[in-house]
């Protein structure tokens, strides 16, 4: 037996690859690849990974593969949203955070976004979802539905179970506090995979840290500086006690520079084959239609299974 890794890119125009990718996922996808082979060895699964398309990517969102939007997530994300609460959104950690940040002038979009999210995770029947901490309260939501959609219509969807990969989210350079984020209106805060050299080095030269010159990992009281750690650490392979003994000595301006080196390199082989890559659009053309189509042949069948049952017993 084996396991189905089912990566669906919701994508509607980006060509797979010519958006670039920012830094707190690829570090992610080292850890998610050592849990793929792990679930290998069980019966079969289905891992869903889902990465929202929009926007210039940072390096966390270099997991993933790129396919087309099929029609069935917005019909299943409709069925689902029939059987929420507004309470139960509106609890929700992220509409907190962002619709304070928009001085409470948050969308019916926003709002809905997690139900759109729990009906892309559904449609798949996925059994395993690998998120990040900042997704755990939306993955409680996508398997309440899951649960909810079965005691009423009989045992349909299998109930998703998250996946905490190894790898914690990557902070901002600018604000050690929050996640970086590609959405960031500080363009020095997000590291993203089409920077040049000269970029990523100006970022972590400016990435806040503080005015202790040691170089030590302590995400509770220095922040900025065990960020630099831990994105060292993730892009070198090496463990966090490692990469703090050999750096034993180095003020942080140097370490900074260091880190930077690192990421400079991680990042090397994967700009050369994004701009190999941007040179073939027939072939690029031709993955997105090839995703789509698998997505369809995934998608459409469970779409239509959950519309008879909602037809014959109603929301």
């Known amino acids: 037996m084996g396991f189905e890794v089912s990566d669906i890119w919701l994508e509607t125009s980006t060509p797979p690859l010519t958006s670039c ?18 679930l290998e060895k069980d019966s079969k699964k289905r891992i869903f990974s889902g990465i929202q398309p929009t926007g210039i990517l940072h390096l966390g969102n270099y997991l993933g593969a790129i396919e087309n939007w099929v029609s069935e997530h917005t019909q299943l994300s409709w069925i689902l949203s029939c059987m929420v609460r507004l309470p139960r959104l ?15 002038d948050g969308t ?30 939306h993955m409680e939501l996508v398997q309440d539905l899951a649960e ?15 996946v905490l990969t190894s790898m914690k989210k990557v902070k901002s350079l600018r604000d050690p ?16 995979i089409t920077d040049s050299p000269e970029e990523i080095v100006q970022k972590f030269r400016k990435a806040v840290t503080d005015f202790t010159s ?23 392979g090496l463990s966090v006690e490692e990469v703090v003994r050999r750096s034993a000595g180095m003020d942080t301006a140097h370490y900074k520079l260091a880190v930077a080196d690192a990421v400079i390199e991680k990042f090397a082989p994967i700009k050369r084959e994004i701009e190999k890559l941007k040179l073939d659009k ?12 698998k997505a369809k042949e995934l998608a459409y069948p469970v779409c239509q299974e959950v519309k008879k049952l909602e037809t014959l017993k109603g929301l």
């Open 108 to 137: 019916g979009g926003l709002l809905t976004y997690p139900v759109l999210q729990a009906a892309d995770i559904l449609l798949y029947k996925s059994t395993h979802v690998p998120v990040g901490e900042d997704q755990v309260q």
């Open 282 to 293: 027939d072939h690029l053309e031709k993955v997105l239609q090839i995703g789509s189509a």
């Open 90 to 104: 509106q609890h929700l950690h992220q509409w907190k955070a962002k619709t304070t940040k928009q001085k409470h």
């Open 21 to 38: 990718v920012t830094m707190g996922k690829l570090m992610k996808s080292v850890s998610l690849m050592s849990l793929i082979y792990k």
């Open 214 to 236: 040691e170089v030590t990992y302590d995400p509770a009281g220095r922040a900025g500086v065990s960020n630099m750690v831990a994105v060292h650490a993730a892009v070198t």
């Open 177 to 192: 506090s929050a996640k970086m984020s590609k959405s960031d209106p500080d363009k020095l805060a997000t590291v993203r």
């Open 148 to 162: 909810g959609f079965n005691k009423k219509y009989g045992e349909f969807f299998p109930v998703p179970k998250s």
